[in-house]
C-alpha cells in the first residue's frame, strides 16, 4: 500500500476535512533529528507542534529536553499541565502574564524569559511585585549576517544585542537588579536554519544561498564563542541555544553550544523540503473534499486557504499532495471556502473523494484544526487534541 492508500483506508468512516498525523513518519523524523545533533540534547519548539499530547510524546523520547514556547501565557499553561524547562523565545509584553508568573513558585522555577535590552528589564520589574521570586532570564543574541559594511543583510530581525562587550554590558545589568537570574544565551541562525540551500528554481540562486549561509556560519561562530565567552564571565550560564531543524549539524559542532532547537523537523512540511543535508518524511497532513468537478481535468475541494506567514508568495500555500500531479487555478489559488485543482489526476477524482495536503510551515496547520488523528499504518489509533481543540489560541 502507498501512503495514500493509507491515509484514504484509515480514514475511510470519517468526512474530512481533517488532519493526520502519521507516527511512523513522526518517529521517523525525530530520531533523524537526534542523530544529526550528535549527543547534545534538543529543545522542543512548540509552535511548530501545537498539540500539548504531542510535545508529550516527543519529549518522553531520547534525546529531547525542553520546550521552547512562543508566548508567556502559552508556558504558564504547559507547566501547570506539568511541562518542565520552558524557555518563551520571544520577549513579552503581558502584564497579566508577568504577575502570574511571579506569583507561582514552580512556574517562576521552570520557565525563562527572553530580553534583549534594559528596556525589556525595565518592563518585567514594573509588571511583577517586588518581594517575587527572582525569574530567569535568557539573553536574545542577534545571529543574522552582516555584509558590505552593513548594506547587506540575512537573517530574522530579533536582538539588537551582536556584540561581546554589548551582550556583556546587559549581562552585568541584569546582574545587578535582585529580581533577575541571568541563566541561558540563545541565537537563532534563521538565514541557515530555515532557508533552504537548495531551492527550487534558479541554480544560480540556490548558489548565492550556499555561499551566504557558509559565510554566515563562519562569521557566526566566532562571534557566538566570543559573546558566550564575555557573558559567562558575569553570569553563570545554565545553557547555550542555538540552531533549529535546518541548521543542527552545523550548530552542534560549536564548542559554545549547549543544546540546539527543532520544531519543524518532527512534522516534515513542505519548506523544508528544500536542503541537501537532510531529508524527512511528511507527517502532518490535512485532507480536503472533492466536492464540484467544473470540468474533466478540474474538480473543486472545500476550503483550502491555509496560507502560511512569512512574505507572501507560492511557497507559502499548502501542497497538493496527494494524489500527486494537481496544480492551483493561477485565478483562484487556496480559496477560503473552496479551492480548484487542475490536472491529469482530477480525472479520476469524483465527487467525496479526498485530496491530501501538506502545509508549507509546521504548526500553524494546527491552528485549523481542533484534533490530529493519529495513523498507525492503516489504522487511525487516537485523536489527540491540538492547542485549538483545548480551547487554546496563543496567537
Known amino acids: 500500500m502507498d501512503d495514500r492508500q493509507r491515509y484514504d483506508r484509515a480514514t475511510a468512516e470519517l468526512d474530512p476535512p481533517f488532519a493526520i498525523l502519521d507516527m511512523e513518519a513522526l518517529r521517523a523524523n525525530a530520531e533523524s533529528l537526534v542523530r544529526r545533533a550528535g549527543g547534545k540534547p534538543i529543545r522542543v519548539a512548540s509552535k511548530s507542534v501545537r498539540s500539548r499530547p504531542i510535545l508529550e510524546r516527543i519529549l518522553a523520547m531520547d534525546g529531547f529536553r525542553g520546550v521552547m514556547a512562543f508566548t508567556l501565557p502559552e508556558a504558564l499553561w504547559l507547566v501547570s499541565h506539568g511541562l518542565s524547562d520552558v524557555l518563551v523565545a520571544y520577549p513579552t509584553a503581558d502584564r497579566a502574564a508577568l504577575a502570574r508568573l511571579a506569583a507561582s513558585e514552580r512556574a517562576a522555577r521552570e520557565i525563562t524569559l527572553m530580553v534583549d535590552s534594559a528596556e525589556h528589564l525595565d518592563y518585567i520589574e514594573a509588571a511583577v511585585p517586588a518581594n517575587s521570586p527572582p525569574l530567569r532570564l535568557c539573553l536574545d543574541l542577534d545571529a543574522g549576517y552582516l555584509a558590505f559594511g552593513g548594506r547587506f543583510r540575512a537573517g530574522a530581525l530579533r536582538s539588537p544585542v551582536r556584540e561581546p562587550a554589548h551582550a556583556a554590558d546587559l549581562a552585568a545589568d541584569i546582574a545587578k537588579r535582585p529580581g533577575f537570574r541571568l541563566v541561558g544565551l540563545m541565537a537563532y541562525e534563521a538565514q541557515i536554519a530555515g532557508v533552504g540551500d537548495d531551492p ?26 566570543r559573546v558566550v565567552n564575555a557573558v559567562r564571565q558575569v553570569a553563570d550560564l545554565e545553557f547555550v541555544n542555538g540552531g533549529g531543524t ?6 552542534v559542532r560549536e564548542k559554545a553550544v549547549t543544546e540546539c532547537a527543532a520544531g519543524s ?14 531529508s524527512g518524511r511528511p507527517a502532518a497532513l490535512f485532507a480536503l473534499p472533492v466536492v464540484r468537478r467544473p470540468a474533466p481535468d478540474v474538480v473543486t475541494v472545500l476550503g483550502g486557504g491555509y496560507l502560511a506567514s512569512g512574505a507572501p508568495g507560492p511557497s507559502r500555500l499548502p501542497q497538493p499532495y496527494l494524489p500527486p500531479g494537481l496544480r492551483y487555478s493561477a485565478d483562484e489559488g487556496a480559496g477560503e471556502v473552496q479551492t480548484p485543482l487542475l490536472g491529469q489526476p482530477a480525472e479520476d477524482l469524483r465527487v467525496g473523494d479526498r485530496v491530501w495536503f501538506r502545509h508549507a510551515k ?33 496567537l
Open 246 to 251: 535546518g541548521s543542527i549539524e552545523r550548530t
Open 265 to 278: 523537523g518532527f512534522f516534515h512540511p513542505r519548506l523544508f523540503d528544500f536542503y541537501r543535508g537532510f
Open 200 to 225: 527550487p528554481g534558479s541554480a544560480a540562486f540556490a548558489r548565492v544561498v550556499r555561499l551566504m549561509q557558509a559565510r554566515s556560519a563562519r562569521e557566526l561562530i566566532l562571534r557566538r564563542g
Open 362 to 394: 509546521a504548526g500553524e496547520l494546527c491552528e485549523r484544526f481542533a484534533g490530529l488523528l493519529l495513523v498507525e499504518g492503516d489504522k487511525v489509533v487516537e485523536e489527540v487534541p491540538t492547542y485549538r481543540g483545548e480551547g487554546k489560541t496563543f
